[in-house]
Every structure is written in structure tokens, then in C-alpha cells.
């Protein structure tokens, strides 16, 4: 079965410090993985796919088909990090439909 | 560019009415899809719309049904309401196959 799993639902830093957001996904195909964001009082917009292979506002993430993941990491995070942030995967076929994980709260303490 | 649009933002109803929400997709946009966010949950797929056509669905019952007009708008219509349906409904819409899902703001449901 087509799964997502984000194993923490918050995570709490402080500014300066490394984040990792952890996201861990099950899938027979070939996958499309996204990063997506979701600021305080604002819709839901894509942070970053990992076709891209860019880097985001500093974050970045590396698929691994053997560990099947695709963590989110930025080495200094900043208190306007501070988000919703759900990890999504994608590559179903003829459809871009997208498998959201349940989402990780990042928490940015001054 | 006003980018997706959903309407209305807000809506309450009791159980076992119907309810219409509405999306309008970016502009060159041909493709919807509708999902569903619980509290405390990930949106989940509920169908996509392309040529007015529903192209996939996801596990929701016959009580969700859609359509996509021939300017690519498109509804949601959820019949005989229940209580586990009050959610945030979300639209997207995409230019073509496997292109960057935009969002819109959401349409809050609340059944009583």
C-alpha cells in the first residue's frame, strides 16, 4: 500500500540550530517525493520535489530509495521557518494524485 | 493572478443535507483535484478532474461527487451529510499530468 509516515508530529528547535524533519514513505513504483508548507493563516504551497534536486529557503532533501526517505533538512533554522510542513508523494500512475504524511509541526524558539 | 480559488471559506450544515463548494483553478490550469483534511491529519485525494472527466478517485464513498465545467472550474457535491465529514476541503489544479499541485485556501466545512 501507497503510504507516508512523518514520525513526529512536533518538533521544536532553536534559532541557529540543524533541523531534520523525518519522512519515510512506501511505494512499489517509481516515486515522486514533495515537501510541502503550510505558514500560519496561509494555504498550503510546495516547498520542494525532489526531481528538482534544489534548495528552498535553505532546506533541502535527498530521496533514498533504499531507506525509502525523504528527509527534510536545513543546517540553521530561522524563527520564520516556523510552519506546518508535510511531506507528500506522488508518481500514481496517470494521475498526480498526492499521499500525504500527517504533517510535523516545526517550532522555532527565539 | 489571483492563483486557485475556492468558495465559499465557511460553511454549516446539519446532518443529511447537501452541500456545493466551489473552485476556480489558476489561470492555464486544466486539471482539479479535491482533497479532504480532517483536524490534525494530511489532506487525502478525493477524486481529480481533467476534460470533465473524473480521471481517478480516491476511497470516499458515492456521497462525494464532483464536476468540472468547460472553463476548468469545478465543484464538490457531498450528499446526506454526517458528522465525520466536517473538514477543510482543499483544491488544487495543475497544468498537465505529474506538473506542481497549486492550492487553494480551503473551504472549512463544519456538519452539526
Known amino acids: 500500500a501507497q503510504r507516508v509516515t512523518q514520525p513526529e508530529k512536533l518538533l521544536s528547535v532553536f534559532k541557529g540550530a540543524p533541523v531534520e524533519l523525518k519522512c519515510n514513505y512506501s511505494?512499489?513504483?517509481?516515486?515522486?517525493l514533495f515537501w510541502y508548507v503550510q505558514y500560519s493563516r496561509q494555504r498550503l504551497q510546495l516547498l520542494l520535489r525532489h526531481i528538482s534536486r534544489e534548495s528552498i529557503k535553505g532546506f533541502t532533501a535527498d530521496l533514498n530509495k533504499g531507506e525509502t526517505s525523504f528527509h527534510l533538512k536545513k543546517p540553521f533554522a530561522q524563527e520564520e521557518d516556523s510552519a506546518m510542513y508535510y511531506c507528500a508523494l506522488g508518481g500514481n500512475g496517470n494521475t498526480d494524485k498526492l499521499i500525504f504524511g500527517t504533517g510535523t509541526r516545526l517550532q522555532v524558539f527565539p | 493572478d489571483a492563483g486557485v480559488t475556492q468558495s465559499p471559506t465557511h460553511l454549516i450544515k446539519t446532518r443529511g443535507q447537501q452541500v456545493t463548494l466551489r473552485c476556480s483553478p489558476k489561470s492555464g490550469h486544466d486539471t482539479v483535484s479535491w482533497y479532504q483534511q480532517a483536524l490534525g491529519q494530511g489532506p487525502q485525494f478525493i477524486f481529480q478532474?481533467?476534460?470533465?472527466?473524473?480521471?481517478q478517485r480516491g476511497n470516499f464513498p458515492d456521497r462525494f461527487s464532483g464536476h468540472q465545467f468547460p472553463n476548468y472550474s469545478s465543484e464538490l457535491n457531498v450528499n446526506a451529510l454526517l458528522l465525520g465529514d466536517s473538514a477543510l476541503y482543499l483544491c488544487?489544479?495543475?497544468?498537465?499530468?505529474?506538473?506542481?499541485?497549486?492550492f487553494g485556501p480551503g473551504t472549512r466545512l463544519l456538519v452539526l
Open positions: 478532474y481533467y476534460e470533465e472527466e473524473e480521471r
Open positions: 511505494y512499489s513504483g517509481s516515486p515522486e
Open positions: 488544487a489544479s495543475s497544468s498537465s499530468r505529474r506538473e506542481t499541485q497549486y
